[in-house]
C-alpha cells in the first residue's frame, strides 16, 4: 500500500474528515507562497509589510507595500488542487474545508463548506466605525491618489478585512477548532504550519495526514506525509477514492 492509498484508507473509515490549506495549494495557480525559496517572502517581510505596526502608524507604507501584495493575488485562477478539493466535500469525503488563505480560489473552484481564518480579500472596514465596504472601493481610492483611503461617513482609515500580524483571529476559528475536536482526520495541504494559533489544529486533531512539498512543524504527528505536490496528488486521491 503506498502513501496514497493509506490517505484514501483513512478518508474512506472517517465519519468526519477536515482539510486545513495553506498558501501551497495557490503557489500552482501563481500565487507566490511565504516559506518557499522562492517565495514572495524571500524579499519581503510579511510580518512588517502586513501588520497592523504598519497599518495604524504608517499606513502610507501599508498601502505602497503590504496592500499590493494582498490585491494582486485576486487575479489569479483555482487549480486542479482547488477543483478536487471542491469535489471531494460535494461527494461528501471532506466536511469542512479551514483555510490559512485570503486568495478566495476555494470559492471560486465550488467549496462552499470554508471557514477562512486569515480573512478574506473581497470585503474591508473603517477602522473607526466598523463600515463595510467591498475591496473594490478601497482599491478605487488608492487608485485615485487617496492614500491611505479614507471612510466616507467619519474619514477614519479603510483597511481589508485580512488578519494581519497583531490582529485577532475571527470567530470562525473558534468554531473551525471544535470542529477539528469532533473529527476523525485532518489532511494539512501546502502549509509550513509555522503560523500560530492555526498551527496548533495539527495538535488537537485524532488523525494527522499532511500533504506538502516541505517539512512542516508537525511532521512528528502525522500519521502520513506525502511530499509531492499538491495538484496531481489529490487528483489520484480522488481518481482511488471513487474506484
Ligand atoms: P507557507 O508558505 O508557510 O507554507 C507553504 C508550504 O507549501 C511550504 O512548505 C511549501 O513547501 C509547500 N508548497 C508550495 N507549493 C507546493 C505544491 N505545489 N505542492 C505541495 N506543497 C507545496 O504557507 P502557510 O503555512 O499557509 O503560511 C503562510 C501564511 O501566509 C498564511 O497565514 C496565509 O494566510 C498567508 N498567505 C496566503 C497566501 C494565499 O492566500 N494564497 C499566499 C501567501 C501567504
Ligand atoms: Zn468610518
Redesign the pocket.
Known sequence: MDKIDKLVHLMKNSKKTIVLT???????SG??????ST??WAHID?MEALSTDVLYNNPNKFYKEGFELLTG?TNAEPNIGHFMLAKLENEGFVDLLIT????N?HQRAGSKNIYEV?GNTREGYCTDCGEKVVIEHIKDKVKSGQVPPVCHRCGGILRPSV?MFGDGLPECFDKGWREVEKSELLIVI??????SP?NYLANICENLAI??????MYDYKAKIIIN????ETLKTVYDRLNK
Open positions: 495553506g498558501a501551497g495549494i495557490s503557489t500552482e500565487i507566490p507562497d511565504f516559506r518557499s517565495g514572495l510579511p493575488m490559512q488563505n485570503i486568495d480560489l486569515h488578519v501546502g502549509s509550513s504550519l509555522s503560523v492555526v500533504i506538502n512539498l516541505g517539512e512542516t509531492e505536490k499538491i495538484g
